[in-house]
């Protein structure tokens, strides 16, 4: 009982706090925030837009839903480097994969560490066209692909029904612009450093239309942009003498995953 009650006082200390703030959203002019968040973004996205190259680390949270509704998170970090139009290295580690990507305007090379094996596929084009083909062909999603477009903002605006801006915040110690936007099957949110550098600090997806509204969320730190990019090499020289496999043996050791969960009505 203790417990309980200590549980329900908690609730009620932060409960008021919880009104002050709906009240002061409603109190907002709504042409004033949602012209001002737009802005902003669109300075974020001009901003990254005019870096020709720029690097980044990364921590992420994927959320997944079991069929009895718990909620699990899925923690990974890594790196991200790029130079425009057409050149990409990033890494992801989590629980149970660890991946290198290596891209250079040709060739895509997909190594799992783990196992020291890789795969190489032709993808000739530009950062856009990779994105793409990550998601969409081989489903493995850069983090926070949109901001590494040629024009962010078209991209996050598109569908876009309602537009906030909710003030400023702190992520890592820097402070930043919050941003909140609603498309119809999902809400984001962005943290945007204020100040002549406007770089995104952190960016959240919840999906509004799955059971339980899960959420991918990647906060993003050391951010170098132009000339302070980390120059790596974007071809992959397989220096670890990495074993290379079909990319359909290689798909699921790349999974964030545990090996015993299953996708879908099975899992």
């Given at each position: 009982m203790e417990h309980c009650l200590h549980r329900l006082s908690n609730f009620a200390l932060w409960a008021p706090a919880a009104i002050i703030v709906g009240m002061f959203a409603t109190a907002t002019p709504a042409g004033a925030d949602e012209a001002g968040a737009?802005?902003?973004?669109?300075?974020?996205?001009?901003?990254?837009?005019?870096?020709?190259?720029?690097?980044?680390?990364y921590d992420a949270a994927l959320d997944v839903m079991t069929k009895d509704g718990q909620r699990l998170a899925l923690l990974s970090s890594g790196t991200v480097n790029l130079t425009r139009p057409g050149k990409l290295r990033a890494t992801r580690a989590g629980g149970f994969a660890d991946i290198e990507i290596f891209f250079d305007g040709r060739t895509l090379t997909l190594l799992g560490k783990n196992d020291n094996q890789y795969t190489q596929v032709d993808v000739p084009g530009?950062?856009?066209?990779?994105?793409?083909?990550?998601?969409?062909?081989?489903?493995?999603?850069?983090p926070a692909s949109d901001l590494l477009l040629s024009n962010p903002y078209d991209e996050l605006m598109k569908d876009v029904t309602d537009t906030k801006d909710l003030g400023s915040g702190v992520v890592g110690g820097v402070e930043c612009d919050f941003l909140a936007f609603r498309k119809p099957e999902v809400d984001f949110q962005i943290w945007i450093a204020q100040g002549d550098k406007p770089y995104p600090c952190r960016f959240s997806v919840t999906s509004r239309k799955q059971?339980?509204?899960?959420?991918?969320?990647v906060q993003l730190k050391n951010w170098k942009p132009g000339g302070g990019a980390d120059y790596s090499e974007y071809s992959f020289n397989n220096s670890s003498n990495a074993k290379k496999i079909d990319l359909k043996d290689l798909r699921d050791?790349?999974?964030?995953?545990?090996?015993?969960f299953k996708i879908g009505a099975n899992q």
């Open positions: 737009k802005k902003l973004l669109k300075a974020m996205s001009d901003y990254l837009t005019k870096q020709s190259s720029l690097s980044f680390d530009n950062i856009e066209h990779l994105v793409d083909e990550l998601r969409e062909k081989y489903h493995r999603p850069l059971p339980g509204n899960p959420q991918y969320t050791k790349l999974s964030d995953l545990p090996p015993h």
